[in-house]
């Protein structure tokens, strides 16, 4: 029997994808944000970290897999498919400067996810004919937690974005509680959340808040 990855692809993308970060914050871990995420309901945790790399990165991408296995949230790694298959993530995903999607997926085959970034239409385009699962765009609003030096896309772009595309979108960029409907009635079908998680007095509530707007 044939699998159609792209349909169970599409089931998981889709709520609240949320970005770790312990760079503007310490007091909780990747795997401690990864963990609570997962009890609200979150189906996706990225693990982004920017300060530590090699061993202790992978320790920190074994023990959140470890952590997330059979429970329904999908664990992905920024920039380096690498530290997917040595440390069992589900998936990664890449920015505009990192590994080309096509060679991503030669290297994690077909059941892992591929992501990619895009701040165009036509980047959002490219990404899903390279073969990546599903594409972020962004930033939507100004963010606190990643400076660009191009202005924000906004609603009008994402509807654009998601109309065009046939794989799910990601929003990403500033995205709050109480700018989120806007987002999602835009058509984006995950929106990425950093900061107003990570940063909140308790992070699983303000997941849970963010779970019950899908």
Do not use: W
Request: proline share 3%.
């Amino acid at each position: 029997m044939e699998i159609d990855f792209g349909f169970i692809m599409s089931n998981r993308l889709s709520g609240v994808y949320l970005i770790t970060d312990t760079s503007r914050q310490q007091r909780f871990s990747h795997r401690e944000l990864a963990e609570q995420a997962q009890r609200a309901g979150v189906p996706v945790v990225q693990y982004r970290n920017k300060e530590t790399g090699g061993r202790r990165a992978l320790a920190d991408i074994r023990g959140i897999a470890d952590s997330l296995a059979g429970t329904g949230t999908s664990l992905i790694v920024n920039d380096r498919a690498d530290y997917v298959l040595a440390g069992k993530a589900d998936g990664v995903h890449l920015g505009q400067d990192d590994l080309p999607i096509k060679t991503a997926r030669s290297l994690l085959g077909e059941a892992r996810i591929i992501g990619g970034s895009s701040s165009t239409v036509e980047e959002a385009r490219l990404v899903e004919q390279q073969g990546a699962d599903y594409v972020a765009l962004g930033h939507i609003f100004e963010s606190q937690t990643k400076k660009k030096d191009y202005p924000p896309r906004g609603l009008e772009m994402l509807r654009e974005v998601c109309s065009a595309l046939s794989i799910p979108v990601v929003a990403i960029g500033g995205i709050t509680l109480d700018n989120a409907p806007e987002v999602i009635g835009a058509g984006a079908d995950m929106i990425a959340v950093s900061s107003a998680i990570c940063m909140a007095r308790d992070p699983y509530q303000k997941a849970r808040a963010f779970m019950g707007l899908f």
